[in-house]
């Protein structure tokens, strides 16, 4: 299993810098040319989420995103290290004026339209940060054709 590593400052600038590697990455993991603009798409979702946490709540720690090649299958994770409110901590009923920003209700946006790209995803979340994970199909015998020649 291979694996790259991306870290990037919490900057909206990197986002397209994550996309370009991960959709690099994804080609050359074997996943369909059909399904990269959706990689891409989701990949630039999932990171302007992870930024826009990270600037909401001051964090100053990289975002980072892991594009993991597995047999068969193709992962990235975007990870970031802001804290994230569980089901207890919202108070019911509560009412968000106007004037104040919705950071939950863009979490929630985001997540929908990643949901609505991929398949298969994951998210855990926690006060220390949180990891959304995205996999794709792979097709194995690309793996083994993108090897340096000797």
Known sequence: MATVELRFSALPAHVRTARLVAASVARRSGVDEAVLDEVRLAVGEACTRAVGLHRNHGVTEPVSVRL??????????????????????????????????????????????????????????????????????AKPDVLADSAPHA
């Open 68 to 137: 993991i090649e597995a047999e068969n299958q193709f992962s990235i994770e975007v990870v970031d290290q802001a804290p994230h409110a569980s089901v207890t901590d919202a108070t019911p009923g509560a009412m968000i004026r106007d004037d104040e920003v919705d950071t939950e209700g863009e979490d929630e946006m985001g997540l929908a339209v990643i949901s609505g790209l991929v398949d298969d995803v994951e998210v855990t979340t926690g006060e220390n940060g949180g990891r959304l994970r995205m996999t794709w199909p």
